[in-house]
């Protein structure tokens, strides 16, 4: 089992940059795929970018390509979602998930440990 812990939301100003963290907990993060989800209200939860195991695979939502990067440190159990570009359509909470038994997904009902969110606020 892991426990996952996200930090870094806050306010931004369109344009604005920030970088999330996700710290989880145990000895076996590495054998995790990771992923960032994100629900704004009244929508549902929406795929945002994935990093498999290793970290030498990674895919984006259409929606944030080339604005947005996933990575991952295993030593420190920690996986980033670095926002840049940021538009008021990205207001959201965001959800680090760590899906096990797979190498990556991109597919949320995949994912069966979730971290309890952090509010990401875009003004215009």
């Known amino acids: 089992q892991v426990q996952l812990v996200e930090s870094g939301g806050g306010l931004v100003q369109a344009g604005g940059s920030l970088r999330l963290s996700c710290a989880a907990s145990g000895r076996t993060f590495s054998t995790y795929a990771m992923g960032w989800f994100r629900q704004a209200p009244g929508k549902e939860r929406e795929f945002v970018a994935a990093?498999?195991?290793?970290?030498?695979?990674?895919e984006y939502a259409d929606s944030v390509k080339g604005r947005f990067t996933i990575s991952r440190a295993n030593a420190k159990n920690t996986v980033y979602l670095q926002m840049n570009s940021l538009k008021p359509e990205d207001t959201a909470v965001y959800y680090c998930?760590?899906?096990?038994?797979?190498?990556?997904?991109?597919?949320?009902?995949?994912?069966?440990?979730w971290g309890q969110g952090t509010q990401v606020t875009v003004s215009s």
């Open positions: 990093i498999s195991r290793s970290g030498d695979k990674t």
């Open positions: 998930a760590a899906a096990g038994g797979v190498v990556f997904s991109t597919t949320r009902l995949v994912y069966n440990y």
